[in-house]
């Protein structure tokens, strides 16, 4: 099922010339009207009206987050005030927040391509959708709601927080699909087992999960206990929020919306594009957006576009599940490790639960990594003893999968911190480490 055939299925030569026609109206309009880029487009001697081809797009600068923080808060909208209708901001764990506005085109926009995600993660007009992210500044409630809604399907805006009361919702109002992150699926099938809600007696046939990393390990626990085809969603409020990209039931890599959105893919410490198929920094270029244009944002999210056409038959390329951050990266005494890959292992050992975060300090000249854990409930009120079993466990085994020790630390289950249900996975003390892809 498609949300807009016709787009979706588009001849790719048609994609290529409808992206160029985008892109030379989205370089005049920021030209005109946003000054960074007018300036730098002519300190670099950039002339909007010289794209003639999509390859040109290498010659433009760069956006990154200090660029926005730089022009914060309104410093890069494309349209005075009057003309924007809504106000998001990203999650900013450090610093001053990115805000953003939406034009009513933009909002009417965003909703279609929620659409599209909603539709290829298998929810249609007859279902019940339960979305369990939250609701604020936050593009994911808002942004999966209106999406929702324009699908036609009966919307139920749980936002975040109060489990129990989610589990309860989701049996009695029998919810067809679920929208949160991926963790917080994790918190609700634990709800249920509390609550004695056998997943098998829900409604639940589909759940659509994002706004965070999770690994396959993840996906297949989540699709064993909700009993949902689970897919992957990416975005990201920069650049629009939900519905940037979103898995159709293939389950094989995320298809972007390239008619609003270009890609592209690049080396991230040379920017330089990669090779066909390869793991890199994925850059973004807004194609339609009237308020906050983005030209080439460095999202610092690393994955790889997908090879092949995908069997669903959507013309637009996917990209594969996001590997981790660039400013996620740890460097471990010269040893490349990611978050998934810690992940990965914690799926593996009974008593913890995949809510964890690594905390890295240098000890002297040494660094030090410790993974802190939420234990399950009911180890966590078992004797200590029991802990550091555990513990000890938990560290041969990241030792011997990953070639670090790490130290571990159990904590209170709910404990991490979590900003829009998302725990930062690596507080890193240290100076910031460069950054590249796993493997
Ligand atoms: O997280 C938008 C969103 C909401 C996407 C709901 C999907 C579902 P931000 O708060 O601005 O926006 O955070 C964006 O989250 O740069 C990625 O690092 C991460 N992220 C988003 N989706 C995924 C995903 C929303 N599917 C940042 N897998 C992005 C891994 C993701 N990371």
Known sequence: MYFEPKIETMAREDLRRLQLERLQATLTRVSRNVPHYRKR???????????????????????????????????????PLRDVVRLHASSGTTGKPTVV????????????????????????????????????LFTGGIGFHYGAEAIGAAVIPASSGNTRRQAMIMEDYRTTTLVCTPSYALHLADALDELDINANALSLRHGLFGAETWTEGMRAKI??????????????????????????????????????????????VTGEPVAEGECGELVLTTLTKEAFPMIRFRTGDL?????????????????????????????????????????????????????????????????????????????????????????????KRLASELGVSFRVRLVEPKSLERTDGKVKRVLDRREQPGASCPG
């Open 223 to 268: 699709e064993s206990r909700l009993k949902v085809t689970a897919t992957d969603n990416y975005g990201l409020s920069e650049i629009m929020g939900p519905g940037v990209a979103g898995e159709c039931q293939e389950r094989g890599g995320m298809h972007v919306s390239e008619d609003h959105f270009l890609m592209e893919i690049v080396d991230p």
């Open 41 to 79: 487009f002519a300190e670099m001697g950039i002339d909007p009206d010289g794209f003639l081809s999509l390859d040109d797009v290498r010659r433009l600068p760069f956006t990154t987050k200090k660029d926005l923080r730089d022009s914060y808060p309104y410093g890069l909208f494309a349209v």
């Open 303 to 395: 994955t790889r576009i997908m090879p092949g056409e995908c069997p669903c038959g959507r013309t637009f390329r996917r990209i594969g599940r996001i590997l981790g951050r660039t400013d996620d990266m740890l460097i471990i005494r010269g040893t490349n490790v990611f978050p998934s890959q810690i992940e990965a292992v914690l799926l593996e050992v009974e008593g913890i639960t995949p809510h964890y975060q690594v905390v890295v300090e240098r000890q002297g000249a040494l660094d030090e990594a410790t993974v802190e854990v939420e234990a399950t409930e009911s180890v966590f009120l078992d004797r200590i003893s029991e802990h550091q079993n555990l513990v000890e466990r938990l560290r």
């Open 101 to 136: 506005g939406y034009t009513r085109n933009d909002v009417k926009r965003w909703a279609g391509l929620v659409a599209r995600v909603l539709t290829a993660g298998g929810a249609g007009r007859d279902d019940v959708v339960q979305i369990s992210l939250g609701y604020g």
